[in-house]
């Protein structure tokens, strides 16, 4: 093949499958948290019209602190912190993290998805 | 992406600082990607407006002339009663947020009557049934109503986590719901009464155990947050509805899809009246009774399961009574029955002196009904009532049948799994295959119903960003 004409022809078969995953885009942060979180969690600190807890100022925050909102016995008195190894622990199976918690969830994230969101909840203010 | 920055700031309230810079950033990198979505239900609707709001070019097709799918207001009627979905759990955190900020508005629903029973043609009052000659039940269970047996199941429910109902390893032990009770010493006369109004299976031996103590557990975990159950004040519809009135492109109405082609590059959707529609991905969101009718060129052993799985049998009939008849005789104004009438569930109608009654026929027993025109099936049910209640008849006027397995969009109410399917089915229906990705209640995992078809679509917008973005 013609030196010129290769990088061209390389250009179109990689044009062809150009929404295959591997050459997609990862998801922002902002977009894994609009999906997975934000219809039942917000970003403020304060309790809402959300069904969850806000996520606003999470880093450090003691599990179930929020005044005014209903938190199952078990998350109140699990004595968590939220860093990263107890957030990252709580989104990849929260059942098994806190036993009998109230958030009936399955994170439909990957691991490098729910690392990155973790990082960028807790630098939420 | 002046308009999605708009819905963006509308629908996101507290994340509105965010907006400005995301907006941007999605209209850089994804503007232009085309996403048909085959279905104007909750997950299909939850799925287009994510993605138009990353900034996606969706095109909802419909097959109805009506958005909701199985959300379906009968507001022809007095009351607007359901004739589909008409629980919101009160756990239904994304139903709850989306009607927040569409300003659909919700309302506790109108208490359901008390309900009495009848056993055969025997009536027995609430209050009476332990003790009652009628009463079928052994010295034990006597004082546990028919309609509260299947709660029993909780004391031995092995489903600790969300996920656990299509654990493999636990289905490896699932059996049907008939030989599962009897092995947990539940009497044959518990097992015929939970039989005749199951809602989640439509015959004990086909029902899968796990799958009854997963919704067995579901309604545990309904009451955990101290919230109420809700329904929309308006009639359920106007969520959806909301939701539609949100999209940048209209849904595409009266649009049923004939087939769905794959290439490297493209997906096309050819629909019913010839008109053709090219995707780079398409979400498709039908129950599988719909679904089956749809050429997708699906691999085989794929397209072999959309036949395996059943979908729930419901039969409606909804009347509305004009004066409380049940008052005179003491009675609460609602029925549980072993017969043809399955339950009977009467509420009132807020700010009138009328009452919504539903006659709700369950599973197997829909067959011969289904098989009816429809004349002859509302005949059938308004006799039996009448037989029952004969003070009913002057007093009742017959407004609307619902046949959900007959509405070839639908096929039945929702899917149901049989023993040990879960663990397979379940995740195998909902993978993708090269651009068409699935969503709809049967693939949720989470929750069922409403909120499930919710969760299933924020999981197929997920799976398309990630390829298409």
């Given at each position: 093949?013609?030196?010129?004409?290769?990088?061209?022809?390389?250009?179109?078969?990689?044009?062809?499958?150009?929404?295959?995953?591997?050459?997609?885009?990862?998801?922002?942060?902002?977009?894994?948290?609009?999906?997975?979180?934000?219809?039942?969690?917000?970003?403020?600190?304060?309790?809402?019209?959300?069904?969850?807890?806000?996520?606003?100022?999470?880093?450090?925050?003691?599990?179930?602190?929020?005044?005014?909102?209903?938190?199952?016995?078990?998350?109140?008195?699990?004595?968590?912190?939220?860093?990263?190894?107890?957030?990252?622990?709580?989104?990849?199976?929260?059942?098994?993290?806190?036993?009998?918690?109230?958030?009936?969830?399955?994170?439909?994230?990957?691991?490098?998805?729910?690392?990155?969101?973790?990082?960028?909840?807790?630098?939420?203010? | 992406?002046?308009?999605?920055?708009?819905?963006?700031?509308?629908?996101?309230?507290?994340?509105?600082?965010?907006?400005?810079?995301?907006?941007?950033?999605?209209?850089?990198?994804?503007?232009?990607?085309?996403?048909?979505?085959?279905?104007?239900?909750?997950?299909?609707?939850?799925?287009?407006?994510?993605?138009?709001?990353?900034?996606?070019?969706?095109?909802?097709?419909?097959?109805?002339?009506?958005?909701?799918?199985r959300?379906?207001?009968?507001?022809?009627?007095?009351?607007?009663?359901?004739g589909g979905g008409n629980v919101?759990?009160?756990?239904?955190?994304?139903?709850?947020?989306?009607?927040?900020?569409?300003?659909?508005?919700?309302?506790?629903?109108?208490?359901?009557?008390?309900?009495?029973?009848?056993?055969?043609?025997?009536?027995?009052?609430?209050?009476?049934?332990?003790?009652?000659?009628?009463?079928?039940?052994?010295?034990?269970?006597?004082?546990?109503?028919?309609?509260?047996?299947m709660?029993?199941?909780?004391?031995?429910?092995?489903?600790?986590?969300?996920?656990?109902?299509?654990?493999?390893?636990?289905?490896?032990?699932?059996?049907?719901a008939?030989?599962?009770?009897?092995?947990?010493?539940?009497?044959?006369?518990?097992?015929?009464?939970?039989g005749?109004n199951n809602s989640y299976g439509n015959n004990l031996e086909e029902t899968s155990?796990?799958s009854l103590?997963r919704v067995?557990?579901?309604?545990?975990?309904?009451?955990?947050?101290?919230?109420?159950?809700?329904?929309?004040?308006?009639?359920?519809?106007?969520?959806?509805?909301?939701?539609?009135?949100?999209?940048?492109?209209?849904?595409?109405?009266?649009?049923?899809?004939?087939?769905?082609?794959?290439?490297?590059?493209?997906?096309?959707?050819?629909?019913?009246?010839?008109?053709?529609?090219?995707?780079?991905?398409?979400?498709?969101?039908?129950p599988l009774p719909a679904?089956?009718?749809?050429?997708?060129?699906?691999?085989?052993?794929?397209?072999?399961?959309?036949?395996?799985v059943d979908y729930h049998k419901v039969v409606q009939?909804?009347?509305?009574?004009?004066?409380?008849?049940?008052?005179?005789?003491?009675?609460?104004?609602?029925?549980?029955?072993?017969?043809?009438?399955g339950r009977?569930?009467?509420?009132?109608?807020?700010?009138?002196?009328?009452?919504?009654?539903?006659?709700w026929i369950n599973g197997d027993d829909c067959e011969?009904l289904n098989?009816?025109?429809?004349?002859?099936?509302?005949?059938?049910?308004?006799?039996?009532?009448?037989?029952?209640?004969?003070?009913?008849?002057?007093?009742?006027?017959?407004?609307?049948?619902v046949r959900w397995t007959n509405d070839?969009?639908a096929g039945g109410v929702w899917a149901l799994w049989r023993?040990?399917q879960a663990?397979?089915?379940?995740?195998?229906?909902?993978?993708?295959?090269?651009?068409?990705?699935?969503?709809g209640e049967h693939?949720?995992?989470?929750?069922r119903g409403?909120?499930g078809?919710?969760?299933?679509?924020?999981?197929?917008?997920?799976?398309?960003?990630?390829?298409?973005?």
């Amino acid at each position: 093949m013609n030196q010129c004409l290769r990088p061209l022809a390389i250009c179109l078969v990689l044009s062809s499958f150009g929404s295959l995953t591997a050459l997609a885009n990862p998801l922002t942060e902002e977009q894994l948290y609009d999906i997975a979180c934000s219809a039942c969690h917000s970003l403020g600190q304060t309790s809402d019209h959300h069904i969850g807890p806000p996520l606003g100022g999470l880093l450090n925050r003691p599990a179930g602190a929020v005044e005014g909102y209903h938190y199952s016995e078990a998350l109140r008195s699990s004595g968590w912190r939220w860093s990263i190894p107890t957030l990252l622990a709580w989104l990849a199976e929260p059942d098994a993290a806190i036993p009998n918690n109230a958030m009936n969830y399955v994170n439909p994230l990957t691991a490098e998805e729910s690392q990155r969101l973790a990082e960028w909840l807790l630098q939420q203010q | 992406m002046t308009s999605t920055l708009t819905r963006r700031r509308l629908l996101e309230g507290s994340f509105a600082g965010l907006v400005a810079g995301v907006s941007s950033g999605c209209a850089d990198h994804s503007s232009g990607r085309k996403v048909v979505v085959v279905g104007a239900g909750l997950s299909g609707l939850n799925a287009a407006l994510i993605l138009e709001r990353w900034g996606f070019e969706v095109q909802v097709v419909e097959a109805r002339e009506r958005v909701g799918g199985r959300l379906w207001t009968l507001d022809h009627l007095p009351g607007s009663p359901e004739g589909g979905g008409n629980v919101m759990g009160s756990n239904y955190g994304r139903i709850f947020k989306m009607a927040h900020d569409l300003k659909v508005p919700l309302r506790s629903p109108p208490r359901t009557l008390p309900s009495d029973y009848f056993v055969g043609a025997t009536r027995i009052p609430r209050d009476d049934w332990a003790s009652a000659a009628a009463n079928p039940l052994p010295n034990g269970w006597r004082n546990v109503p028919p309609n509260r047996l299947m709660g029993k199941l909780n004391a031995s429910n092995p489903l600790l986590k969300t996920r656990a109902w299509h654990d493999p390893g636990l289905m490896a032990t699932d059996q049907s719901a008939l030989s599962g009770l009897r092995a947990l010493g539940f009497p044959d006369a518990a097992i015929q009464l939970i039989g005749a109004n199951n809602s989640y299976g439509n015959n004990l031996e086909e029902t899968s155990l796990m799958s009854l103590y997963r919704v067995m557990g579901e309604f545990g975990r309904l009451s955990g947050p101290a919230l109420a159950v809700k329904e929309v004040t308006q009639g359920n519809m106007r969520l959806p509805e909301a939701m539609s009135g949100q999209l940048l492109r209209p849904v595409e109405m009266g649009a049923p899809v004939n087939a769905i082609q794959q290439s490297s590059s493209e997906t096309k959707v050819t629909l019913a009246s010839g008109k053709t529609l090219d995707a780079d991905a398409v979400i498709m969101t039908l129950p599988l009774p719909a679904l089956r009718r749809i050429d997708m060129d699906l691999p085989a052993a794929r397209a072999a399961l959309l036949d395996e799985v059943d979908y729930h049998k419901v039969v409606q009939l909804h009347c509305t009574v004009e004066v409380p008849f049940w008052e005179n005789a003491g009675w609460g104004g609602s029925w549980w029955t072993d017969s043809l009438l399955g339950r009977v569930f009467t509420r009132p109608i807020p700010g009138t002196t009328r009452y919504n009654m539903t006659v709700w026929i369950n599973g197997d027993d829909c067959e011969d009904l289904n098989a009816l025109d429809e004349a002859t099936c509302i005949d059938t049910i308004s006799r039996a009532l009448w037989e029952l209640m004969p003070d009913a008849r002057e007093v009742t006027s017959v407004g609307q049948l619902v046949r959900w397995t007959n509405d070839p969009h639908a096929g039945g109410v929702w899917a149901l799994w049989r023993p040990g399917q879960a663990a397979t089915a379940h995740a195998a229906l909902r993978a993708p295959v090269g651009r068409l990705f699935f969503a709809g209640e049967h693939t949720a995992e989470s929750y069922r119903g409403m909120e499930g078809a919710m969760e299933s679509g924020e999981r197929a917008a997920l799976e398309v960003m990630r390829v298409l973005m």
